[in-house]
């Protein structure tokens, strides 16, 4: 047993996505050997991702609060875009992977999971009805245009990513949005943040 303190810290650390036990305890001594210089500023970085970030009002994901406190993020308020289509996305990072292709110029939307079942708790965990809300009224969550003329459903090839997927395109149904998946070229279980950008393109460009 390591003494309290230090085992507070490893508690803290391990309950980070994919972080165990003893990646944890290498976190902790590593700040145990940083400055204090250090330390102040990885709290620092702490503190201002809570103080600066928000949450974009259309597509959710995390933006630096800008000095006209808008609400939406740069990507939503970007009005050279297409704002006719909306992709959506697990995460931020699947996000990240698509602008990196730079072949898709359209909006998008974070669901911020996936879902295992269709029990109503795994539901609830992510964010479809914000989505059908935000699809139906596209005006009142900022985006100023009548109706979106194109779904994109871009979740990971796998069982969980393909049951979310069906759940969201039958969820959405009584709004008449043409939906897309992305095509071929994706391996079965891969994941988008993990694909190569060639790949990306590809099944961005195939989508059907
Ligand atoms: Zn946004």
Known sequence: MYPPSI????????????????????????????????????????????KDIQLCRFCFSPFQISPEHSPLCEICRNTARNTNIVCVVEKENDLESIEKTNLYKGLYFVLGGTVHTLRKEDIRAIRAQELKERLANPKEFGIQIEKFQELLIATNPTPEGEATGLYIERLMEPLHIPVTRL???????AELEYADEETLKNALEGRR
């Open 183 to 189: 095509g071929r070229g994706l391996p079965i279980g």
């Open 7 to 50: 085992q507070k810290a490893i508690e803290q650390f391990s309950r980070f996505p994919t972080i165990g036990q003893r990646t944890a305890s290498r976190f902790a001594f590593y700040i145990l050997k940083a400055s204090p210089a250090e330390v102040k500023e990885l709290i620092a970085a702490i503190h201002a991702l809570k």
